[in-house]
T-cell receptor, first 115, second 110 residues
Framework: GAVVSQHPSRVICKSGTSVKIECRSL??????MFWYRQFPKQSLMLMAT?????????EQGVEKDKFLINHASLTLSTLTVTSAHPEDSSFYIC???????????FGSGTQLSVL | SQQGEEDPQALSIQEGENATMNCSYK?????LQWYRQNSGRGLVHLIL?????REKHSGRLRVTLDTSKKSSSLLITASRAADTASYFC??????????FGAGTTVTVRA
């Protein structure tokens, strides 16, 4: 089955630093990737939709300068949390859509802790 | 944005029993999907039901969809300890944006 690899699985950083999270589709071409944020015991909140070769579409309330998304190829999308602060601490999950399929394939998530 | 609402929020059952959880949504959908999440992990797709379908089965899973009531249910039969996880419904719009419900945490006691 389709596999989405997300790295790193866990990152701890100091306040003010930037963190990059990678999401790769390993055996299919992902024309669209989605980035979600999840707080403990809560649902996934869509942050942005990333289409290969075009600018990401951000959901209302999500700062595009804070959460930089790049989808440079059909197999890779990155989320960079710039100048991270403790309130950015969260679980970030990516998902990818394979052309012709209706279900999404999810990465295993990244737990970000900002000190 | 979060569209679906699920109930119950949490469910604790004995191994072998059935687990039923419900999902309600507000807008029209293309399809509805159920996902499972183990603690601290990504989501795994379980089953998809289209807006013109009423019921679907996959192994021990049974999903129903009532578009007139804008609701869906997921039934897990003969539960096992390994079914312990959080279950989310996700409604899918025409532009393929998924909106997740709040989730139901299922604990299966051995």
């Amino acid at each position: 089955g389709a596999v989405v690899s997300q790295h790193p699985s866990r990152v701890i950083c100091k306040s003010g630093t930037s963190v990059k999270i990678e999401c790769r589709s390993l055996d299919f071409q992902a024309t669209t990737m989605f980035w979600y944020r999840q707080f403990p015991k809560q649902s996934l909140m869509l942050m942005a939709t990333s289409n290969e070769g075009s600018k990401a579409t951000y959901e209302q309330g999500v700062e595009k300068d804070k959460f930089l998304i790049n989808h440079a190829s059909l197999t890779l999308s990155t989320l960079t949390v710039t100048s991270a602060h403790p309130e950015d601490s969260s679980f970030y999950i990516c998902s990818a859509k394979d052309r012709g399929q209706e279900k999404l394939f999810f990465g295993s998530g990244t737990q970000l802790s900002v000190l | 944005s979060q569209q679906g609402e699920e109930d119950p929020q949490a469910l604790s059952i004995q191994e072998g029993e059935n687990a039923t959880m419900n999902c309600s949504y507000k807008t029209s959908i293309n399809n509805l999907q159920w996902y499972r999440q183990n603690s601290g992990r990504g989501l795994v797709h379980l089953i998809l039901i289209r807006s013109n379908e009423r019921e679907k089965h996959s192994g021990r899973l049974r999903v129903t969809l009532d578009t007139s009531k804008k609701s869906s249910s997921l039934l897990i039969t003969a539960s096992r300890a390994a079914d312990t996880a959080s279950y989310f419904c996700a409604t899918v719009r025409w532009d393929y944006k998924l909106s997740f419900g709040a989730g139901t945490t299922v604990t299966v006691r051995a």
